[in-house]
Structure formats: C-alpha cells, structure tokens
C-alpha cells in the first residue's frame, strides 16, 4: 500500500509539473512551435526514432548473439517496442520495460534473457556517463556558472560514476546474489527470490562469464550506443531547427541531449512525465534558449514516443492472440 501511494504521488507530481509549465508558457505560443514542423519533418523525426530503437535492438542482439546463436532482430526488436509500451503506458515505468522484453524473447533459457538485459543495461550507463562527463566539461568551458550549480553537476556525475563501476564490479562476482542477501540482512525475503536461489547464482554466472570471455562484444555495444547517443542528438538538433529555433548550434544540442538524462533519473514515473519538462526547460534556460522552445521539442518528443508505444501494442496483441491468452 505504501509502494502505491508513493508511485501515485509522484505521478501526482508529475502531472502538477506538467500542467504547470503548460501554464505558464502559453499553449498558443507551444501550438504556434508545433506548427512550425512540416509532415515532411515529422516523417523524417519519425524515421530518426525508428533507427535509435534499431539501433538499441541491435546492441542488445550482440549481447544476446554470445551466448546461444543467432537471434532475430525483428523479434528482439519487437520486445524492445512492447517494452517501450510498458515504459509509457504504466505505473512500471522503466523497470517495467526491461522486465517486460525478458518476457517477450522467445528462449528456453530465461536466465541468458536476464543475464543480457542487465549487461546491456550497464553498457548503456557507461556510455551515458562518459557522454554525461563530456557535456559537463564542455558546458564549464562554454558558460561561466556560479559554484554552486557546478558543485551539483560535479557531484551528481561522480555519484553516478561510483554508483555503476560499484554494480559493475559486483556484477563480475555476482550482483543478483549480492542484491538477495543484502536484503536478508534486513529481514527482507521474498519468498519468490527466495525459491530462485539456484536461477539467480545461475544468472549471476551468465552475466560475470560476459564480461570476462566476451570483451570484444562488449566494447562492440559500447560503441554502438556511442553512436546512438550521437545518433540522439543528431534527431534533437533536427527537432529544434524544425521548430523555428534556427539559432541553435549542434554543441547547444548535444548538451541538451546528454544532460537531459538527468530526466529519466525517476524509473516509477511512466514517461518522466513533469520531469522531462523540466529538465528540457532548465537546461534551455542554461544555455540561453527559449523556454517555450524547450517545451514544445518536449511535446513533439512525447508524441512520437506515443506512437512507437502504439506499435509495441500492436505487438503485444499478436502476443496474445498466438498465446490464446
């Protein structure tokens, strides 16, 4: 009971921020951003959209790929959408979209489904926090910001950079493991992880054999997500130029793009609803930028992240109906 109250006030929050902004910044002046945008441009954001998920998809099925052969990338691609669905349309947020594709792969072996959600996970943080690391330095240079603000950016990217070479290092011994017992300390057992023992140590093995026998797949995802993230600012720059922002410089997108991670820092808010806002309006703020500017790029993000949503429903559906559930 504890757990739903505090997810619906965050939702709450979420939705407050939100309507707030909206608000305040004027929905004629956001409509009149919008309307900037031509079909063409929208069919080119939404074909960007489409290769980022692509791209996503094909760095997991290298991970995937090591451990039991070849998997189909439409498939996996497939689960990656149903699990956006997840991620967008439910109270599970983030948590529930990784959940949700281990589910959805179609093989025997449900821990190598477990075991290549979290490397691929972890991998992804990696290449976020260099990115993360590299748009602070850059904005240092770039913007002269009062000690305080830096004191926040610099602790915020070392916690996080602590936080993950932690799970990194515990993952090589065994992270799931670690995580069960370190809730029995606090009597804290829950009978289902408690039956999993022998699957969990299995898990843990799956995932510490990767990163000791697998170096080359590794550095091969972290260079595609790399490239994602260059692939992401490339979408976010295009999406502001679209939007009458003609102004803004490819570096002001790129931090942007980097530094708005910082909105997906809340995994129970479906769609870092309020969040995204303002974090997208703060650093709009920061860098001299137009906050209706910075809402409307929101908005659009929102909406082809609706209909990629709606495509991983579909999914879900054929699902069901081969699964007669």
């Known amino acids: 009971m504890k757990q739903k109250l505090t997810r619906a006030a965050m939702i709450l929050t979420g ?6 902004f909206f608000y305040q910044i004027g929905p004629e002046q956001i409509w009149k951003n919008i309307k900037e945008i031509s079909v063409l441009n929208f069919l080119i954001l939404f074909f960007l959209r489409v290769l980022y998920w692509v791209l996503r998809t094909i760095s997991w099925k290298v991970i995937l790929d090591e451990y039991e052969g070849r998997t189909s990338l439409l498939h996996l691609f497939n689960a990656r959408m149903v699990g956006h669905a997840v991620s967008q349309l439910t109270l599970t947020a983030q948590v529930g979209s990784e959940a949700t594709r281990i589910f959805m792969v179609n093989r025997s072996n449900r821990k190598v489904c477990v075991a290549s959600v979290v490397i691929d996970k972890t991998i992804e943080f990696f290449a976020a926090i260099a990115f993360t690391i590299l ?8 913007i002269p910001l009062p000690g305080r603000i830096k004191t926040i950016f610099i602790g915020g990217v070392t916690i996080c950079s602590l936080v993950l070479f932690f799970l990194f290092r515990k993952q090589k011994k065994g992270l799931l ?3 069960v017992d370190f809730l029995a300390r606090f009597r804290i057992r829950p009978k289902f992880l408690e039956k999993q023992r022998d699957k969990i140590k299995e898990t843990d093995v799956y995932i510490s054999e990767f990163y000791r026998a697998h170096r080359r ?3 091969i995802v972290f260079l595609l997500y790399s490239l994602l993230i260059l692939l ?3 979408e ?3 999406n502001i130029l679209y939007i009458g922002d003609t102004g803004i410089s490819f ?13 997906f820092i809340f995994p129970f808010i479906p769609g870092s609803l309020g969040i995204y806002e303002a974090t997208y309006i703060a650093l709009f703020a920061l860098l001299g930028r137009r906050a209706d500017m910075g809402l409307a790029l929101v908005v659009i993000r929102r909406i082809l992240a609706l209909l990629l949503a709606g495509f991983g429903l579909l999914g879900m559906i054929k699902l069901q109906t081969r699964s007669g559930k």
Do not use: P
């Open 15 to 20: 939705i407050l921020l939100f309507a707030f």
């Open 135 to 142: 748009g602070v330095i850059i904005i240092f240079y770039r």
């Open 177 to 179: 493991g670690w995580m």
């Open 217 to 219: 797949a590794f550095l």
């Open 232 to 234: 992401w600012t490339v």
């Open 236 to 238: 976010i720059h295009l």
């Open 251 to 263: 570096v002001d997108s790129f931090l942007i793009t980097v530094l708005g991670n910082l909105a």
